[in-house]
C-alpha cells in the first residue's frame, strides 16, 4: 500500500497506494548502482538482522513529510492513527489492515472503500521482505544524521520503487526512510504509552 498517497477531495481521504500524494509513499528514487555498498555488513547480514529486530516491535511512531505533514502512531500488526494537516486543518484517520475510518462531526465515520496498506511504512517493507526473499536489499555506505553516525539499507519493492532508509547501528530499527517525494520518520519504538483505538 503506498500509504498516504493521495488526499483527495472531497473525501480527503489518503489514499495510501496510487498516483501522487500523501501518506502513501515512502519511496525515492536513488540510482543505488552508483554507490559503493557499505564496508560493515553484507547485504543479507543487514536485512536479516532488520527483519529479526523487527519481529519484536509493537508499536511507534511515525511522522511523514511531503506534500502535506501527517503525524501518528503504529500498533502492530496493521494499525495506524494518524493526523494530516490540509488547509490549516487536522484531518484524523484510523487504519486497521486495509478498512479505515475517518474523524469527522464529533464521531469516528467508517468509509465505504477499502484503503492500502501503507506498504512503504517500515512494517509495510519488512511484510513485504519477509514474503520476497529475492527482492533486491543493498547495503549503503553509513551516514551521519543529526550528529549520530547510522546505517544506510535499500529496499527494491515488486513495483520497482526503492526505498532507502537509515536505522541504528545496534538496534537496526529504522530512523528514517525515503520513498519518491516522502520522507518518513519513526521514534518511541514500544512505548507503552503508544495505543490505536477501536474506532467507535
Given at each position: 500500500m503506498h500509504m498516504l498517497r493521495g488526499l483527495r477531495a472531497p473525501a480527503l481521504v489518503p489514499r495510501f497506494a496510487s498516483p501522487r500524494p500523501l501518506l502513501a509513499a515512502f519511496a525515492f528514487a536513488l540510482g543505488i548502482g552508483a554507490l559503493a555498498l557499505s564496508g560493515h555488513a553484507s547485504a543479507a547480514d543487514v536485512r536479516?538482522?532488520?527483519?529479526?529486530?523487527?519481529?519484536?516491535?509493537?508499536?511507534?511512531?511515525?511522522?511523514?513529510?511531503?506534500s502535506v505533514r501527517s503525524t501518528g502512531s503504529f500498533v502492530a500488526p496493521n494499525r495506524y492513527?494518524?493526523?494530516?494537516?490540509?488547509?490549516?486543518?487536522?484531518?484524523?484517520?484510523?487504519?486497521?489492515?486495509?478498512?479505515?475510518?475517518?474523524?469527522?462531526?464529533?464521531?469516528?465515520?467508517?468509509?465505504?472503500?477499502?484503503?492500502?496498506?501503507?506498504?512503504?511504512?517500515?512494517?509495510?517493507?519488512?511484510?513485504?521482505?519477509?514474503?520476497?526473499?529475492?527482492?533486491a536489499f543493498a547495503t549503503l555506505p553509513d551516514q551521519v544524521v543529526n550528529g549520530k553516525k547510522v546505517g544506510t539499507f535499500a529496499y527494491t519493492g515488486k513495483n520497482g520503487s526503492v526505498e532507502t532508509c537509515n536505522y541504528d547501528l545496534t538496534t537496526y530499527l529504522a530512523t528514517r526512510c525515503k520513498v519518491e517525494d516522502l520522507t518518513i520518520l519513526y521514534s518511541g519504538y514500544n512505548d507503552p504509552a503508544i495505543v490505536v483505538p477501536h474506532p467507535v
Open positions: 536479516a538482522k532488520v527483519l529479526a529486530a523487527y519481529d519484536a516491535v509493537k508499536s511507534y511512531r511515525i511522522t511523514v513529510l511531503g492513527e494518524m493526523t494530516t494537516v490540509i488547509d490549516g486543518k487536522p484531518l484524523k484517520t484510523i487504519f486497521v489492515g486495509t478498512t479505515y475510518w475517518i474523524y469527522s462531526n464529533g464521531k469516528w465515520q467508517k468509509q465505504d472503500t477499502s484503503a492500502n496498506s501503507l506498504d512503504f511504512d517500515i512494517a509495510g517493507l519488512v511484510r513485504a521482505a519477509k514474503a520476497n526473499p529475492k527482492a
